[in-house]
């Protein structure tokens, strides 16, 4: 079965930049895509496609994807920010498999 | 407005069953695949089970196989699942959402329904 790999915990001063990875084998080659989710909330999708972002999502938030690694960047950081953020893609042997989720924390 | 709206979450004893629903409004739903993800308390995300837009395709997770059934009837714009048998383990809050067709992501969400099995 197909596992995606993410950090329990970021952490990212006011104003910088954050970067959640999701490790997987041959991620490259799929499609990644991002939610965000805050406490008591539902999940919002934030990127779709490795790096695509849907309407009225910040441009601050980018994604990337390449070999076994792919990444979503949350640059000029916010409060708004923090959340739990998971990585997901289709495989398939697995269908549809979502990382651990990372929480982000902006100090 | 596009929404999801989930019900049929309640307490029910191991062994049990329940059945959830999700209503659809705001988009066309038949033109969406629609599936069903948990969260445990406390835990992320996982995939439940899919169905495609005419239901000739369904997909379940190894862990709910043979104990739950995904339906949908595009008349109602609802979406069901079918819990048996149900386990502590199955305690989770259950979300619908709809995968964007040429995304591939699951764009639109509801705000879960939550299951817990307990005696």
């Known amino acids: 079965s197909y596992e995606l790999t993410q950090p329990l915990s970021v952490s990212v001063a006011l104003g910088q930049t954050a970067r959640i990875t999701c490790g997987g084998n041959?991620?490259?080659?799929?499609?990644v895509h991002w939610y965000q989710q805050k406490p008591g909330q539902a999940p919002v999708l934030v990127i779709y496609r490795d790096s695509n972002r849907p309407s009225g999502i910040p441009e601050r938030f980018s994604g990337s994807n390449s070999g076994n690694t792919a990444t979503l960047t949350i640059s000029r950081a916010q409060a708004g920010d923090e959340a739990d953020y998971y990585c997901q893609v289709w495989d398939s042997s697995t269908a549809d498999v979502f990382g651990g989720g990372t929480k982000l924390t902006v100090l | 407005e596009v929404q999801l709206v989930e019900s049929g979450g309640g307490l029910v004893q191991p062994g049990r069953s329940l059945r959830l629903s999700c209503a659809a409004s705001g988009f066309t739903f038949d033109d969406y695949a629609m599936h069903w993800v948990r969260q445990a308390p406390g835990k992320g995300l996982e995939w439940v089970s899919g169905?495609?837009?005419?239901?000739?395709?369904?997909g379940y997770a190894d862990s709910v196989k043979g104990r739950f059934t995904i339906s949908r009837d595009n008349a109602k714009n609802s979406l069901y699942l079918q819990m048996n048998s149900l386990r502590a383990e199955d305690t989770a809050l259950y979300y619908c959402?709809?995968?964007?067709?040429?995304?591939?992501?699951?764009?639109?969400w509801g705000q879960g329904t939550m299951v817990t099995v307990s005696s």
């Open positions: 169905i495609s837009w005419n239901s000739g395709s369904i």
């Open positions: 041959n991620i490259g080659s799929k499609n």
């Open positions: 959402a709809s995968r964007e067709p040429l995304w591939g992501a699951f764009d639109i």
